[in-house]
């Protein structure tokens, strides 16, 4: 897990995200727990439960920057899920335990990327000497065959002579595939494969849950085929190298360490969970949002989740929920729900003043994004000050007239104002433009200052 300390952590959130610096606070002090939980005597560790965080905040502030960002800055395991994709145990849809499993694989996954890279070394040198003796298959024979003709004169010279040939010639070989030389030639390669029909079982209950892994179970039946194919001994040595740091990695291993990642510093980002706030039981499409809640409360709560992995405890997962709670607020919540996210963090609007600071200061700020974009069509576009002001503003008041969605009104202003540039940038190679605000005026003025229109157009 990452040992960050919170200012770091805020430090780092600061170069792509503008503002925010209570959500950006609560997220890092939450991340340090998590080291701090893991250095307390091991018998007091498992009394420690993570305090799990609500970000309230309209859309386009900045809640799932953060949460994509934070993923990024740690090695802790991290899955993003819409609460509204879920529904209630007995409706069709996703059941609340399938996020579990989600993070799960994925962990799987990256820690056996990550052990695959660390036997990538012994896997090529293994690779290397199956695609020797794929060009050289009469080797063998040469070295077997030799002494027992020459068997009663027995000759020293002729024996040591026939052992070097071989040798010689397969040191050359490999002295010309290391340096690129055999790179086009073509080899005979069996590829394995095996095909798996694809059985989908639809009901309430996971395949995880059922405790039955098809795959597992058919897998010593079915023909383990392969696949003759004609490859260049460039993408050969590839396939080889893949295959053999496969039966390299211990599996076992493997998900014992994915299982405990995700257990001990694991995060699930729960997004848009004002959708299933509801006030009333409701009709139609509403009625399962409390069901979700009730379905959601035993994870959040800590729970052991089925998997195909195995169990795996979510006692220690760190759950960020998020949502705009414009319809509803966090008090409509049920209780015991509302009891398990006691850190609440409300995230600002955004006015002129932080859509400069977003179009000019990240590290992926969308002026910098446009201008590299355009380069690479040898167009050079420079935006004066006054042109980012204007853009700022323009993008505040429409957000006011219309619906407030925050910095992504920026996206929309941005692609309208460079429209004819983007389009006639190939025919226009080595020319330099100069946004200033007149430009911007000129092409926002008509579509900004007639509402019904801006509310299609921006």
């Known amino acids: 897990m990452s040992n960050l300390k919170p200012s770091e952590i805020v430090g780092e959130l600061d170069k792509y995200i503008v503002g925010q ?3 950006k606070r609560s997220v890092a002090i939450a991340l340090r727990n998590r080291w701090r939980r893991q250095q307390v005597e091991e018998d007091f560790r ?9 970000m309230i905040g309209p859309t386009g502030v900045g809640k799932t920057e953060i949460a994509r960002r934070l993923s990024r800055l740690t090695d802790s395991p991290f899955i993003k899920v819409e609460a509204s994709k879920f529904t209630e145990v007995g409706y069709v ?21 990550k ?19 794929l060009l050289l298959p009469k080797s063998a024979p040469q070295k077997s065959t030799e002494p027992e003709k020459d068997q009663k004169e027995k000759p020293i010279e002729q024996l040591t002579c026939g052992e070097e ?10 002295e010309m595939l290391r340096k690129g030389k055999l790179d086009n030639r073509y080899v005979d390669l069996d590829v394995s494969e095996r095909s798996m029909p694809v059985v989908e079982i639809f009901s309430n209950v996971g395949m995880e849950e059922m405790g039955i892994n098809f795959k597992d179970m058919f897998g010593g039946l079915l023909p383990k085929g392969t696949k003759k194919r004609k490859v260049k001994v460039s993408e050969a040595i590839q396939i080889l190298t893949q295959e053999e740091s496969q039966r390299l990695v211990d599996m076992d291993r493997v998900v014992k360490q994915a299982i405990e990642k995700v257990e ?13 706030a509801g006030k009333d039981g409701g009709h139609g499409p509403d009625v399962s949002r409390e069901g979700v809640q009730r379905d ?19 006692d220690h997962i760190l759950f960020i929920a998020s949502g705009a709670f414009h319809a509803s607020k966090p008090s409509d919540l049920i209780p015991e729900l509302q009891g398990r996210f006691p850190i609440r963090v409300e995230l600002d609007s955004l006015g002129k003043k932080e859509f400069i600071r977003i179009l000019t200061e990240p590290k992926n700020a969308l002026l910098l994004q446009y201008m590299a974009l355009l380069k690479t069509e040898g167009v050079d576009v420079v935006f004066e000050n006054e042109a980012v002001e204007d853009i700022a503003k323009i993008a505040e008041e429409v957000n006011n007239l219309t619906e407030n969605i ?26 330099k433009f100069i946004i200033d605000g007149k430009y911007v005026n000129e092409k926002l003025k008509d579509i900004k200052d007639n509402e019904d229109l801006s509310r299609y157009i921006l």
């Open 296 to 314: 959601l409360l035993p994870i959040v709560e800590g729970s052991t989740v089925t998997t195909k992995y195995g169990p795996v405890k979510t």
């Open 46 to 54: 498992d009394e420690i439960a993570p305090k799990n965080i609500i």
């Open 21 to 23: 610096h209570n959500a």
């Open 406 to 431: 925050g910095a992504r009104r920026l996206h929309t202003i941005m692609e309208r104002l460079l429209e004819d540039i983007l389009f006639d940038a190939p025919d226009m190679k080595g020319q």
């Open 93 to 113: 849809g996703r059941d609340v335990e399938s996020m579990v499993r989600d993070i799960l694989e994925l962990t799987v996954n990256a820690v056996k990327s």
């Open 115 to 133: 052990e695959q890279e660390a036997v990538r070394e012994k896997a090529w040198r293994i690779s290397e000497e199956r695609l020797l003796d």
């Open 165 to 174: 040939l071989p040798l010689s010639t397969r040191e050359k070989l490999r």
């Open 264 to 276: 001990q510093s694991g995060i699930i980002f729960l997004d848009e969970i004002d959708k299933i």
